[in-house]
């Protein structure tokens, strides 16, 4: 990495990178399933940084200005939001990889072009933001982006090993192909 930029797109291209191993091989019912104490599966999670990626990287794109106020109904968006959390029945795997790629491409280009001091208007109507904060740069909402990543992939790590006892570099492995040449233990319960 020579610069700045290119640390921050490497560093968050490898972040995003952590969702397709630790869901590698899995069927739609155990991405759905949520196996530990907590109510996340693996596809809730992928759906989640999806849309976590989607609303942070708006404003990035809007910067210096807010994104364009969302005019639908509370009950509609609160609805939206605690729906980003679960796989649906209706949804695939697949399809939520898919959603998830796309996201990644678009972040990734934003964090190629975008103005890292640009200021990023902090809404002052959400209640979990801070009120005494007025703009965050861009540089600051991309390095919370990679940040909101590396948490939730350590919580899709900790569900994986509860499905069936797969860990991270086994899954690397498996998805880069090394199985064939004995890198992989057998991790099927």
Known sequence: MSDE?????????????????????????????????????????????????????????????????????????????????????????????GAFEAQNEASLRLVESADLDAAVPVPQDIPWFPKDQRAWSVRWVILHVINELARHAGHADIVRETIDGATMYELIAAREGWESQGWVRPWRR
């Open 5 to 97: 930029r290119s640390a921050l797109r490497a560093y968050l291209a490898f972040h995003q990178s952590a969702y397709f191993g630790v869901s590698h091989g899995l069927t739609d019912a155990q991405a759905r399933s949520a196996p530990s104490a907590s109510a996340l599966s693996i596809g809730g999670l992928i759906k989640h940084a999806t849309g976590m990626q989607r609303s942070w990287m708006a404003r990035v794109a809007a910067a210096p200005d807010a994104p364009p106020k969302d005019t639908r109904p509370f009950e509609r968006i609160a609805a939206e939001f605690a729906d980003q959390h679960v796989m649906r029945p209706d949804e695939t795997l697949a399809g939520l990889l």
